[in-house]
Structures are given as C-alpha cells and as structure tokens.
C-alpha cells in the first residue's frame, strides 16, 4: 500500500469554528489532491496540487483552501466550518510520471460539523 | 449529460455468476482510464487500468471503445468478497492528471 496518512481520522466540530485536515506521504508523489465523498454525489474533487506551493480549485472548492509547503504534506482547511461540509474527506496523491494517473488514496477523514 | 456516468444498481448476483458494467463518458478527448473499488466507509482502492487494447487481471477484464465512450468491466466467477462499489475514472485530456469520478456501481454478491 502506498504510504498516505490522513489526520485527524475523526472530527467532530462546531459550526463556526476553523478545522485543519492533513495529508501526508512517503513517496514522493508531486500531485496531490482532496477529494469529499457525500451520498448521492460520489467523490468531488476540492483542491489539487501539481508542486510545492501549486495548487489549483477543484469543482467544489467554496469554503476551503489548501497549503503545500513540502512535497509531502498537503493541508486542507476549513475556515469556518458549516453543518454542510460534514463529510468522508479522503486524500490522494499520483505520479504522473511513474503511472499515468493513477492515484492512490489515504484512509479517509470523518469530519461532522455540529 | 454528467462527464462520467455510471448505472448506480445495486446489481445482486449470485456466487459464481459473471456480471459486467458500463461506463460512458462526454469528453471524447479523454486519455486515461481506470476501475477502482471501494468497499464500504474504506477509500477507493485502485482495481485497474483500461488500455485501448483491451485487459485482463485474472477475473477481471476492462475494456475501452472510444468510438463509443463507454468503458466496460466484467467480473467472471463472483465471489462474496468481490461486493463493493466499483467506480470508473476518467482523466482529462491535455496532460493534467485531474480524473473524474463516477458515482458508482454497486455490486453485491450471495451466496
């Protein structure tokens, strides 16, 4: 298994209150990329990154923003989290270079926002 | 018409049944292709890649008919663990490893 961890695994937060997810890997990979999984909506991409301090919006990036200082870590934030960005936030990383596009993906973060 | 559509079933099948899904996508400029499989609360796990030319990985065969737009799985010899949901990727076109998910297909498996 590729080497991503996600943390926190389980949040439970109040409305209003800012939330920090972090995304870790081992190996090396340069793209990055949350992702939130709601029933009925399968997984939609939030933010990406193709490099260290490049990032770029998803299709549902309202709300979030996004930091990569080192090549392996990738944090998503929530600013001031709202009842609708309770969700299964998973993280994913890919190296172009290695297999196109294939992406390999973290455990998975519970977020419940109260 | 959604980018990347999939029949979200669930399709219940017997033990040792063959069972096949579909995939159709919009953009026709679309250059990489892939199943994966996720189990439920797990992450979506890589199943495999879909070459033009066809694929198999032991039960499993993928197949891609660009004319068309649609990519294929077909499961031969179900097995109880092969129950999950099975989602097809589409990556865009012109380099920018950015794929689209489907929403899935799930299947489940009895004895």
């Known amino acids: 298994d590729a080497g991503i961890t996600q943390s926190p695994r389980h949040k439970v937060t109040e409305t209003g209150t800012p939330v920090t997810l972090r995304c870790h890997q081992t190996e090396n990979h340069r793209y990055m990329y949350w992702y939130r999984q709601d029933p009925g909506h399968g997984l939609r991409l939030i933010h990406y990154s193709y490099g260290v301090k490049d990032t770029d919006k998803g299709e549902v990036s309202d709300g979030y923003s996004v930091s990569r200082s080192k090549t392996e870590d990738f944090l998503l934030t929530l600013e001031s989290a709202t009842s609708s960005q309770t969700s299964v936030y998973f993280c994913?990383?890919?190296?172009?270079?290695?297999?196109?596009?294939?992406?390999?993906f973290g455990p998975g973060t519970r977020l419940t926002v109260t | 018409r959604k980018e990347v559509e999939q029949d979200p079933g669930p399709f219940n099948v017997p033990e040792g049944a063959t069972v096949a899904f579909n995939c159709t996508y919009s953009?026709?400029?679309?250059?990489?292709f892939f199943w994966y499989r996720q189990d439920c609360r797990k992450e979506p796990k890589l199943l495999m890649s879909v070459y033009s030319s066809g694929n198999e990985d032991g039960r499993f065969t993928a197949q891609l008919n660009r004319a068309s737009q649609y990519i294929s799985l077909l499961i031969r010899d179900s097995k109880l663990s092969d129950s999950a949901t099975y989602l097809c990727v589409v990556n865009r076109a012109g380099g920018s490893y950015i794929p689209t998910f489907g929403r899935g297909t799930s299947l489940i498996v009895h004895p």
């Open positions: 994913a990383i890919s190296d172009p270079g290695q297999k196109s596009g294939e992406q390999y």
């Open positions: 953009n026709s400029a679309s250059q990489s």
